[in-house]
């Protein structure tokens, strides 16, 4: 995304002023989606005429009303532009980034969604389906299950070698996927009971069936794997 691209845009108001004399002002703003309504020409023209001589004042406020709000949008647009940057160099972790949005959506105006996703990679819809996927600092995965907010999967596409923990912390299961999150969500389907999990990366899925196949032979094979047969 280009965070540099400017936003102005001019937009003219028909005024009416105190010695009843009619003017055409410009205004700018750095905002490419306004959120109030500017008066155009025909509401400036028929709000002034209803009003009388109180409609320039009234129509002067408005003006300066939505400047705040534009002055507003685009302060919300460089601090999103901000935490893309510093998640994009490594500076902040996904987690962090997510506690970024909880506060940002808390102060920022209506519509700040649209704002933040069109900066920041870790989109709304990701931080609320807690989809993070960013690795531990060892480079692998693991977390509780049911995964807590804020727990990072290995994104669909990514093969693991992964390993599946009852209470006691004893491995009870050792397996190889593509799609992390859906098949620890199978596993527990089939009713398989494990309270948390660990996930290594693979360059591909063959090279991660080679590696559980492995660990497999040299043993001790899990528990649900005995079951399964393997």
């Known amino acids: 995304m280009d965070s540099s691209r400017s936003h102005a845009r001019q937009m003219e108001c028909q005024v009416q002023h105190a010695d009843g004399t009619i003017s055409y002002e410009k205004v700018t703003t750095n905002n490419p ?40 949008e685009e302060a919300e647009c460089a601090l999103a532009r901000s935490i893309a940057q510093q998640m ?3 500076r902040i972790s996904q987690r962090e980034v997510a506690k970024k949005y909880q506060a940002f959506r808390v102060l920022a105006r209506p519509g700040y969604s649209s704002r933040w996703d069109e900066f920041v990679p870790l989109t709304r819809a990701m931080i609320e389906n807690q989809m993070f996927y960013d690795p531990d600092p060892d480079g692998k ?44 969500k199978k596993h527990r389907s089939d009713g398989k009971i494990f309270s948390s999990w660990m996930a290594e990366p693979h360059v591909d899925r063959q090279a991660a069936y080679e590696a559980e196949d492995a660990l497999l032979k040299v043993g001790p094979v899990p528990i649900y794997n005995l079951r399964a047969g393997r």
């Open 88 to 90: 994009n160099d490594g």
């Open 33 to 72: 989606r306004p959120t109030s309504k500017l008066l155009t020409l025909p509401d400036a023209e028929a709000s002034i005429e209803a009003l009388g001589a109180a409609g320039h004042e009234f129509l002067q406020a408005r003006l300066a009303a939505q400047r705040a709000i534009d002055a507003a």
């Open 141 to 184: 995965w693991r977390g509780p299950w049911p995964l807590d907010w804020g727990t990072s999967v290995p994104l669909p596409g990514q093969s693991v070698v992964y390993y599946l923990y009852d209470g006691s912390f004893t491995c009870c299961y050792i397996g190889s996927s593509g799609n992390l999150r859906a098949r620890m």
